[in-house]
């Protein structure tokens, strides 16, 4: 059974750091591009960042760039997202997901985990 399991989310105020973590469990984890996504309240669901399986593609959602760093660890079927400078409007539920093809849509899903930036 595959398993993703986001933890790190918190409430932070503007300009702190978090680091988010996804672990895979259930899964080649080394042959899936992985990624973050976010859903604010009555806002749909947006990519944050993504990585190929071997980590030599990257994205970044422009909103991001320059202040979140994607990473991973394929031996400990981990995915990561530090996340600096933070801003209310990076308020949202923060979901990782695993795809067989970079930057397709996600063959699995996390339960999430929420971040909220107080002014």
């Known amino acids: 059974q595959v398993q993703l399991v986001e933890s790190g989310g918190g409430l932070v105020q503007a300009g702190d750091s978090l680091r988010l973590s996804c672990a895979a469990s259930?899964?080649?984890?080394?042959?899936?591009?992985m990624g973050w996504f976010r859903q604010a309240p009555g806002k749909e669901r947006e990519i944050v960042a993504t990585i190929s399986w071997r980590a030599e593609l990257i994205y970044y959602a422009g909103s991001v760039k320059g202040r979140f760093t994607i990473s991973r660890d394929n031996a400990k079927n981990t995915v990561y997202l530090q996340m600096n400078s933070l801003k209310p409007e990076d308020t949202a539920v923060y979901y990782c997901?695993?795809?067989?093809?970079?930057?397709?849509?996600?063959?699995?899903w996390g339960r999430g985990t929420q971040v909220t930036v107080s002014s």
């Open positions: 259930g899964l080649p984890f080394s042959s899936y591009a």
């Open positions: 997901g695993a795809s067989l093809s970079y930057r397709s849509s996600p063959n699995y």
